[in-house]
């Protein structure tokens, strides 16, 4: 039997994709970012972002079907995101997914964000053949999760307690005065820094965590070590250094996301580490997590950043490995849920 051919969207925040896959193979990758239009805001708008996806389904899914040489009528299955993200957004990718599946008589997958931002990897770097753990660091998540099988058997193992990473660099960003969104520009600037003139904190790294947050991330006193430390030097007349102020930060983050990932793959005796979500671009997180994985000899997978941000073809990636296993389809009901739980993979 030939691979499953899926088709797959995505709407949960500012990037509406379609991806189609089959089993492996990445067939189409389409993506429309409407980040230019929160801008101004210095943040995701919810009402803007569904508007955007609204506007950008139709024409997006045309450029998959044209990258492809296919369409709608020739895959297997529709796959589409149904959580965790924006519920308005949602709603735009699910509503399109079922009017889909109905019109050609499709099996329609409602399945989990952050999984397909763990099976995207696959395109790019082979099946899973064993255990893996999981890092997925982006504006909205920063997750630890353990891997047992992409399609049914994941396990959270820590999360943020307050700020995800890229909310933290959004914020910090704006102190700097650079612009939205954050995570590029203070990576930019941090590269003619010096990483170590601030001793900012690492959150939940003193021995009284260890127990209850092994695993867990906080960066909210991050955020505001770095506002403190910029309100000291306007109040003493100094001018910031931007740059020294940024590759602080950003160790501080990375620091702390590094160490804490590489003693969770060794608590859990896992040699393989996937690095996904739209912070998995910053070049200071590539060198640590490689540097400090090789060291406890931990092989390193980071998909192209293409398929780190939120896209199509990651949800059709997991589409075609919930396909392959013979899971049922969702039913044409499905809702949408915010904070759906990376435990629950098909919806």
Do not use: W
Not at 105 to 117: F, T
Not at 184 to 206: Q, Y
Not at 295 to 312: H, K, Q, S, Y
């Amino acid at each position: 039997m030939s691979e499953p051919l899926v088709l797959g969207i995505e709407s949960s925040c500012d990037e509406t994709g379609v991806g189609i896959v089959r089993g492996t193979e990445l067939l189409a990758h389409a993506v429309a970012s409407s980040v230019e239009e929160h801008v101004r805001f210095g943040g995701v708008v919810p009402e803007v972002a569904s508007r955007a996806h609204l506007e950008a389904m139709v024409p997006t899914l045309e450029q998959a079907y044209a990258q492809a040489g296919l369409d709608v009528r020739d895959v297997d299955a529709i796959a589409v995101t149904c959580g965790p993200g924006l519920s308005g957004a949602l709603l735009v990718g699910v509503a399109a997914a079922k009017a889909l599946a109905v019109a050609h008589d499709k099996p329609l997958y409602g399945l989990n964000h952050l999984a397909a931002h763990v099976a995207v990897d696959q395109l790019e770097h082979g099946r899973f053949d064993r255990r893996v753990a999981a890092l997925l660091v982006s504006g909205g998540h920063t997750e630890i999760l353990l891997v047992d099988d992409i399609a049914s058997d994941i396990t959270m193992l820590g999360t943020t307690i307050d700020d995800a990473a890229g909310e933290a660099f959004d914020k910090v960003a704006r102190l700097l005065g650079l612009p939205y969104p954050g995570g590029p520009h203070v990576d930019r600037v941090a590269r003619e820094g010096d990483g170590t003139a601030i001793a900012f904190p690492r959150g939940l790294t003193a021995a009284k965590d260890a127990e209850r947050y092994r695993y867990d991330f906080s960066f909210s006193g991050l955020k505001s070590a770095v506002s403190r430390h910029v309100q000291h030097e306007q109040r003493m007349g100094r001018q910031i250094d931007v740059a020294d102020v940024a590759a602080s930060f950003q160790d501080a983050v990375v620091d702390v996301l590094t160490r804490k990932t590489v003693q969770a793959c060794r608590d859990h005796d896992v040699d393989t580490l996937v690095v996904g979500g739209g912070v998995a671009a910053n070049g200071r997180l590539r060198e640590m997590v490689l540097s400090r994985a090789e060291a406890a000899g931990i092989e390193v997978r980071i998909p192209r950043p293409g398929l780190c941000t939120d896209n199509g073809a990651m949800v059709a990636a997991l589409g075609a490995e919930v396909v392959a296993r013979g899971v049922a389809p969702s039913s044409l009901d499905l809702p949408v849920d915010s904070s759906l739980p990376v435990t629950r993979i098909v919806a």
